[in-house]
C-alpha cells in the first residue's frame, strides 16, 4: 500500500518490508510488537513535539522507553519541549496520529532520535498509516533523514 511516507523511502531507493498488523487505539507500540513477534527495542516511535515557541520537531525513540523532554529541550538548545497535541501533530506532519512516520511528512521537520537506535542493525518504524510499520536498517534511516542524535532515553 502507497503511503507518502512509502513513497518518500521508494523515491530514494530505500529498500523496507512491509509489516501490516491489527492496530490497537491507543496501544503504542506493544500491540505491533506483540503481534509481529518482535522486541519493543526495535519498535521506532515517531513523536512529535514542539518547542517554546510552538515549532515543530519529530522524536524518534525506541518503543520501550520514554523521552525526557527536560533533557531533549537541553540537548537540542531549546527552552522546552512538549508534545504537540493530536491536531496540530497531524496538521504538522499531514499523518493521522497513531500512523504518524518521519517519512514523508507535510513539510520537512527537525529529527532527533535516540543514539541508541543507530546500534540496531534493523528497526520497525511507522510506514505513514496505523496498522502498518517498516522494517528496515537504522544506517538507511539515519542515510534519508540526517537526524540529530540525542541520549534523551527514559527506562518505562
Do not use: W
Not at 97 to 124: N, W
Not at 134 to 154: F, G, I, N, Q, Y
Amino acid at each position: 500500500m502507497k503511503t507518502p511516507a512509502t513513497e518518500f523511502l521508494a523515491r530514494r531507493g530505500v529498500s523496507y518490508s512491509e509489516h501490516p498488523y491489527d492496530y490497537v487505539e491507543h496501544g503504542g507500540t506493544e500491540a505491533p510488537s506483540r503481534q509481529l513477534n518482535v522486541p519493543e527495542h526495535e519498535v521506532i516511535k515517531t513523536l512529535v513535539m514542539q518547542d517554546d515557541a510552538a515549532r515543530p520537531l519529530i522524536v524518534l525513540m525506541h518503543g520501550d522507553r520514554t523521552v525526557s523532554t527536560k533533557n531533549l529541550a537541553r540537548q537540542a538548545g531549546r527552552k522546552s519541549i512538549e508534545p504537540c497535541r493530536p491536531g496540530v501533530a497531524q496538521r504538522h506532519t499531514g499523518f493521522q496520529v497513531g500512523g504518524t512516520s518521519p517519512f514523508g511528512t507535510r513539510k520537512p521537520l527537525p529529527v532527533y532520535m535516540e543514539r541508541s537506535i543507530t546500534a540496531l542493525p534493523a528497526i520497525y518504524i511507522n510506514g505513514g498509516r496505523r496498522g502498518l510499520l517498516l522494517r528496515m536498517k537504522a544506517a538507511d534511516l539515519m542515510e534519508v533523514l540526517k537526524p540529530s542524535l540525542v541520549d534523551v532515553a527514559l527506562e518505562d
